[in-house]
């Protein structure tokens, strides 16, 4: 007896959200979302463990005071395995590589608003395994990973098919990063601004410790930053170093063994912090600008990257995402449609200028400061000064960095 082979398409699911992309953002608001008891879908192109004991990589993630109510509300924060380090005082200065820093600068102290530090470091295999370890262990959240998800989106609903199965959703959110394929399908444009420049991010261990303090030393070729790090158990003087420069330079630097980029880290950071070593890898990223022009569509959301991107001059790129995160699941946690137009419409207004404002004013810094003009130089610097004498305005810039 012949066997005829059945072509029907699998059982359809039912969903609440699904969401696309499972990076810090996309995985932070599965589990924000599914604390607030919603059935969530999360997809992935890459395979997700439970847990992950990779070695230290060297990078990390700065997150503000602001953003760190997403992480607390999902439960994130209290299971990091490694534990954050606190930003106490933040110094922003000026200079050239090898020299001394203009002795116009910048300080900003937490006490001067309060008790709570501007933000934390906390490493990224820390956040990585947190997020792991709870999808898979919250009931609610279905994670097929790894896996290709296909949308078709209608008034109503959207239809998700992923792993050889088929789901139905009220929302469904993009989290798929810069290049994001979802917004792409329903042709959503992006603004985007380059910056022939390039990232450079590792880790070092050092010789004095750094009390806290982070470092913003903005130099010709784009600003370096020093963010401080919690000891581990075998370096007891840890930070984190992002910094930027022209392309060609980065490039040949990425080429150089560890000890003479070693030297090269030494000359942008200065004496402070005592002999140095690089630890764990280097990482370099191409930088550029961008801005989806709106951020929803029928039964859609972007959020993290998919909607902007942005320099990374003052280390505020997770947290716009996070920001984001956190707005959409306040709008869904209230509402008996998560994907209804007046939603999404209010998602949209409370969160894309907001955005639009950072991603101008990191844009304006690094033009302003990643110049070697002697005149601006000058101008910048009597401006840093200025503002260090100004309390109010001091303040305002300091609640602005953690994201208030």
Not at 183 to 210: F, L
Not at 352 to 379: C, E, K, Q, Y
């Amino acid at each position: 007896m012949d066997t005829v082979e059945s072509s029907a398409e699998p059982i359809c699911e039912t969903t609440d959200i699904a969401i696309i992309g499972a990076g810090p953002v996309g995985g932070a608001l599965a589990c924000q979302l599914a604390k607030l008891g919603k059935q969530v879908l999360l997809i992935d192109q890459a395979a997700l463990p439970p847990m992950e004991h990779p070695d230290f990589d060297g990078r990390a993630y700065a997150i503000a005071a602001g953003s760190r109510q997403l992480l607390d509300q999902s439960g994130l924060w209290d299971n990091l395995p490694y534990p954050p380090c606190p930003i106490l005082d933040i110094k922003v200065t000026d200079g050239k590589p090898g020299d001394p820093a203009s002795p116009l600068s910048l300080q900003f102290d937490h006490r001067a608003v309060g008790n709570e530090p501007f933000g934390w470091i906390i490493e990224a295999r820390a956040l990585r395994i947190a997020i792991n370890r709870q999808l898979h262990a919250t009931p609610n959240i279905t994670l097929l990973a790894p896996a290709q998800g296909k949308v078709s989106f209608a008034e109503d609903a959207a239809t998700i098919t992923a792993a050889g199965r088929r789901f139905q959703a009220r929302l469904v959110i993009a989290a798929d990063g810069r290049n994001s394929r979802i917004r792409a399908q329903v042709g959503i444009p992006v603004t985007r601004i380059p910056y022939r420049q390039s990232a450079v991010v590792c880790a070092i261990a050092h010789e004095k410790p750094h009390h806290g303090v982070a470092l913003e030393h903005f130099l010709p070729g784009g600003p370096f930053a020093q963010l401080p790090m919690s000891a581990s158990e075998t370096y007891p003087n840890m930070s984190a170093i992002v910094f930027t420069d022209q392309q060609d330079i980065v490039g040949r630097l990425a080429l150089l063994e560890d000890a003479r980029f070693t030297l090269e880290v030494a000359r942008r950071l200065g004496p402070q912090l005592g002999e140095i070593r690089l630890i764990g890898k280097r990482w370099t990223y191409p930088l550029s600008a961008m801005h989806a022009q709106r951020y929803t569509a029928t039964r859609l959301a972007l959020v993290g990257d998919a909607a902007h991107g942005i320099h990374p001059i003052a280390g505020q790129g997770l947290n716009l995402g996070l920001r984001d995160a956190l707005a959409i699941a306040s709008l869904i946690g209230q509402a008996q449609d998560p994907g209804a137009p007046a939603l999404l419409a209010n998602y949209q207004a409370l969160r894309r200028p907001a955005n639009l404002a950072m991603l101008a004013a990191t844009d304006l810094l690094d033009r302003l400061f990643s110049t070697n003009n002697p005149l601006i130089r000058l101008a910048r610097d009597l401006g840093l000064a200025g503002v260090n004498r100004m309390p109010r305005l001091k303040r305002r810039f300091m609640l602005t960095a953690m994201g208030k």
